[in-house]
């Protein structure tokens, strides 16, 4: 089994190592989460990418130990600057959210109180955290605010969620995230409700923050276009589980694992006219949770399956380029076409 | 030269905004604010933009979901804002819609049959004995099979409800279909199965598509020409290649900067909008683009552009901007 710290350049502040996250209802366990392996480096940017059940959600809320009732974090460890997350008390984990690990939604709308003005919620990290004064607090706020790229941040403070524009609000809750200086800050689709000129500007304002307070960010994204411009790392997961794990140059430019090829060239682009052919496709849809299959997750729909993959669960291992790769085209036991290129263009 | 199917001219849609003592109408939001295009036949053409650029509203007018302030829609020939409502309904048999969330269009009380049954009903397009056939054929068509005729849509996954919704729009035999978001709700390994079904449906019926996104890659991928809209009008208008390839307009060159690539390498320059759309309540005077345009002048704040033609473009391609040529040539000046 390999080390997700092997592909990383620089240190890691937060290092998952095979967590599952199983959620229970009368009859079965749905696997939400199911033995995911990456670590995030200091200072820069890993990018989880995946379709809807992929687990991308679930596995970021297990490291804030946010996982309720009927979810239940049951294996694995979730290192951050060497200590274990989840053998810390409750207290501990409060001292932590929003303060060391800060994490900011896809809704900003949901996530802000809609009764309390933007400044009163800022101020309450700084209370908490800090134990600066309501007044003090209050300053501290406005500062954020200008941080974060708000105009006339000193009115602004007074104002409630209501009174500002969508891009505003995710303003807002970076401000919040950011306020007690964390070192990790966990961003799950933070730009998915906004439209793209705003989502621009967005990105732009967290990659500023990033160089100048040096956080390293988990970025929880489906999109890839996204992940090409934010991360540095990505982790590609696919129904609870890790399938291809690299630098981001690597993915893009050379992906490896059948569902990232299947991915990337499913996806229509604006800056490349493709003229009247089909697009590809990657056939059938996601297997329901409650029953998994029992070989790779991806076979059912994988184009290159053999025997082996619709029996045996592969593992999570380093290919030549350096990818961390679960797939059993790249092992000694493949038992399929020997020449096989997974990145060929195929027409379906 | 192919003729035109679909005929917009001048369309406003006005919502009217209602407060004070007595609830009278105290303002309006300008959702649609006079635009004018065609649609060929067979052809697809999508209108693109942010929220609250009024692509959907236009939609809806177009089929009188809400009935345009003013304006004329043209549909082969026949002016549908003179038809009386039943006779509108009638005419629906040729004009479908398709929408972003089908869970919340089609009743999740009605399995499959009976939803495809009722539109061939009400539409009455085949004899009673010959519409099981129809479903059935209706069914393989946007490829669920017609063994999965009698299940609800809870046992259907998103993609594969998604086709409910195409298969019922389908059912009438419609020449134009407008799609709202279509694929906006699926991701991308089954969005690209719809994509790729709605284009093979139209080559094999016929159809026309009005193509509502916000998705430009999508857009580029489907459309045969692009319509982009800003607060209720129409900023450029033309063929594909021309939109994506050539743009001239300042907010579809920002527009189109904006998207992230997939692909590290390829990180181009971008256009960083400043600010906000402003509210479609009180649209700014002028240019509506100039409170966010890098280029905006003193003229752009008085007078509103119309849609031209320049030296340069192809013909049909067409942008509201005072300054296109300007920019075009780097003799731009801000004041």
Known sequence: MVKATDILDQEPILEVKDLQTSFFTDKFEVKAVDGVNFAVPKGKTLGIVGESGSGKSITSLSILRLIQNPGKIIGGEILFKGENILKKSEAEMRKIRGNEISMIFQEPMTSLNPVYTVGQQISESFMIHQNMSKKEAMKRSAEMLELVGIPSPKQRVKQYPHELSGGMRQRVMIAIALACDPELLIADEPTTALDVTIQAQILELMKDLQDRLGMSIIMITHDLGVVAET?????????????EYAKVRDVFKNPKHPY??????????????LGDVELQVIEGSVPSPDNLP?????????????????EKLPDLEQSDNGNQIRCWIYTDEWD????????????? | MPKELLKVKDLKQYF??????????INHVKAVDGITFDVYEGETVSIVGESGCGKSTTGRAILRLDEPTAGEVEFDGEDLLALSKKDMRKKRKDLQVIFQDPYASINPRQTVRQILEEALEIQNVVPKNERAK???????????????????PHEFSGGQRQRIGIARALSVDPKLIIADE?????????????????????????????????DLGVVRHISDRVIVMYLGKIVEIGDKTSIFDNPHHPYTK?????IPVPDPDAQSERVLLEGDVPSPINPPQGCRFHTRCPFATERCRVEAPELRNIDGMKEGHMGACHFMEEIKNGTHQVE
Do not use: W
Not at chain 1, 294 to 310: D, N, S
Not at chain 1, 339 to 346: I, N
Not at chain 2, 16 to 25: A, D, E, N, Q, V
């Open chain 1, 294 to 310: 029992k070989g790779c997750r991806f076979a059912p729909r994988c184009p290159f399956a053999t025997e082996l993959c619709h």
């Open chain 1, 336 to 348: 399929g076409d020997q020449e096989v290129d997974v990145s060929a263009k195929r027409t379906t």
């Open chain 2, 16 to 25: 009217p905004i209602k407060g004070g003592l007595l609830g009278r109408t």
């Open chain 2, 182 to 214: 279509a694929v906006s709700a699926l991701d991308v390994s089954i969005q690209a199965q719809v994509i790729n079904l709605m284009k093979q449906l139209q080559r094999d019926f016929a159809l026309t598509y009005l193509f509502i996104s916000h």
């Open chain 2, 134 to 152: 129809k479903i059935a054929d209706l069914m393989e068509v946007v490829g669920l099979g017609a063994h999965q005729a009698d299940r609800f």
């Open chain 1, 260 to 273: 990232t090829v299947g991915l990337l060239n499913s996806l229509p682009r604006h800056d490349i006219d």
């Open chain 2, 254 to 258: 920002a527009l189109l900067s904006a």
């Open chain 1, 231 to 243: 991360c540095d790392y990505v982790a590609v997961m696919y129904m609870g589980k890790v399938v």
